[in-house]
């Protein structure tokens, strides 16, 4: 599963340095940036159980930055 972040991590040092965080402190989880997106996006995934956003909003919180979920938004097209 898939959790994507709005973040304000704004720095390649600072983005290498959560994702270190990240992986070590919730084992079996993967996560990486695209600091070029105007949000400033945070990837977390885990193959078998959900991502603990709360978690993840919290650790990155604890290194003093502010993260949201990215809520999904599905765009209906009509033919």
């Known amino acids: 599963m898939v959790e994507v972040f709005k973040t304000d991590v704004v720095s390649a040092a600072s983005a290498r340095q959560m994702v270190s965080v990240i992986v070590r402190e ?3 989880t ?3 940036f695209d600091l070029e997106d105007c949000d400033r996006i945070l990837r977390v995934c885990r193959e078998e159980h959900p991502v603990d956003a709360a978690a993840v909003i919290a650790l ?3 290194y003093g930055h502010h993260a949201q979920v990215l809520e999904d938004i599905i765009q209906s097209i009509t033919i």
Do not use: M, V
């Open 26 to 28: 919730l084992p079996g």
């Open 60 to 62: 990155l919180r604890q």
């Open 30 to 32: 993967r996560a990486n």
